[in-house]
């Protein structure tokens, strides 16, 4: 909840609202689907899987504990069932706080219809394509020539076709009418494509589909890289000396030790110090039968971070000081923590002499450390950098566009964002900036129309360029600044939105 104090001045200031290395949040299935009603995964009546899109990250596989689960598929079946996947994903790196353990699983659940009766699909269909004979399996080789197959050839009486690809990390599909086309990707591996036939009376009639088993060859040994990143990410080990292995997408993890084919071991010693250190570990791993030293184990070592005991160090990145600056006349305003931390009152005091040219000051501001940290109670100093504006602000010469303003930026909470249906991204106007990128404006003034833009402490969408899609619903990442009432840019971020549903609020992701 935030509170605002009215503060009469009789000239402006500007905020600077830059966020000091701020602590990154946890990457978890909120993140990656932020909003679980409309993850887009669907499995059709004949099991064929639509793959869900997350918000953040990269799929990089998706199974399924169910036993009937095969192929990548699930058999039809006579009335609805509940179905679900896990999906791993790939943690964007240096953006969250569990970036080094890689990957993130999250277990996603739909209802298939059933073929007979169902509730979620009321008419069932009937009729529909044939299969005429069926699709070889194709093998490829990274790096190596593509291959398309010509649909209409194996089935009857269809006139529009589709495909379903849940591994586009081992090939890529394109479809053009009949014509699929699978491409290698950068690593081997094995995976089923379905070919999808309907006929123009479709969901009335039923779909068919025929399988295509896909095997990418690496064409080389597998080393411990791949594609210039390694083939185990993530991990970490407890202070208590418990391992949480890294994953491999690749090949499969057989043991571990603590020297290059050394005794197997589970856990490693604790960490009695107060901080952390690391810890290297060899793993022997296994390559698939795409690579040529498939069954060899290799080993490959890892660097891992042991947690010490201690509780955290507070720094000022943690504090998160946010809001304050300095006036026009120079007066001193104090900036507050988000995580609610007390600031104190510069020792100084002081207020700045007037400038007659934008001037950067730092201010040095008391932050006493809350519980749960080292020296609770004891205080910090944290050293904030605000521009002092001149008596005179300057409009610059380069041109920006900026959307209809919003209360919020994205976030899987918001409401009034740039992601919400009810907030239109609207008429974009044009602004003057003396800086002509979108992230060269933080702590300058924007002006329109010769003046200072009256941002009223809202947020914009920022282009170079009007493009009716700069941002809002279905655009991901575009760019945000917040405006002060006296042009001045506060913040800027970069913010996501989902595709947008039949209704309610439309939660949104910032980067």
Known sequence: MSTYTKINVRSPFYLHLVEPSPPLPDFDCLVAFPNSNQTGFAVDDQGIITPPSTSAGVIESISSDDADFANNKFPTE?????????????IPPALFANSSDGFFECTLTTTQPGITTSVVQPTTCSGGPTKNGSIGGQTLTV??????????????????????????????????????????????????VYGIARDASYPTTCEETQAISVTVNAGSA??????????????????????????????????????????????????TGSTAQPVTLFYK??????????????????????AGTADPTFSCAIANLTGGGVSQNG????????????????????????????????????????????????????????????????????T???????????????????????QVVGTYTEIKATSDSVTGVLDTVVCSN?????????????????????????????????????????????????????GGNQAGTLF
Do not use: M, W
């Open 400 to 422: 920006l566009y900026i959307s209809t303003g919003a209360v919020e930026p994205p976030s899987d909470t918001a409401t009034q964002s740039h992601c919400n249906k009810i």
């Open 222 to 271: 597998l080393g411990c890289t791949l594609a210039g990143k390694s083939i185990l990410q993530g991990g970490s080990i407890t202070a208590a000396g418990v391992i949480t292995d890294p994953v491999s997408p690749v090949a499969g993890i057989v043991e571990k030790s603590l020297t290059s084919g050394g005794t197997p071991i589970t856990s490693v010693s604790a960490n």
């Open 143 to 192: 790096g190596g020539s593509s291959v398309t197959i010509d649909l209409a050839s194996f089935f009857n009486s269809a006139t529009v076709y589709d495909v379903s690809n849940v591994n586009p990390n081992i090939v890529t599909t394109a479809l053009s009418g009949s014509s699929l086309t699978l491409s290698p990707n950068v690593i081997g591996g094995t995976t089923t």
């Open 331 to 398: 007066a001193i305003l104090t900036p507050t923590s988000k995580i609610g931390a007390t600031v104190k009152t510069p020792a100084s005091g002081t207020a700045f002499p007037t400038v007659t040219v934008d001037t950067s000051r730092t201010v040095t501001f008391p932050v006493t450390i809350p519980s749960g940290y080292q020296d609770a109670g004891t205080d910090i100093n944290c050293d904030v950098t605000f521009t002092q504006p001149a008596t005179t602000p300057t409009c610059g010469s380069n």
């Open 450 to 502: 010769g003046t200072p833009f009256d941002g009223r402490d809202l947020y914009y969408v920022i282009t170079t360029s009007i493009v009716d899609a700069a941002g809002g619903p279905g655009i991901s990442p575009f760019n945000l600044v917040k405006i002060n009432r006296n042009g001045q840019v506060t913040e800027i971020a970069v913010g996501g939105c989902p595709t947008p549903s039949s």
């Open 285 to 306: 791993l296994t390559p698939p039968a795409t690579f040529t030293n498939s069954g060899t184990p290799i080993i490959c070592e890892i660097d891992l971070t042991q």
């Open 78 to 90: 006579s009335s609805d069932t509940t179905r679900s996947i896990k999906v791993n994903i790939a």
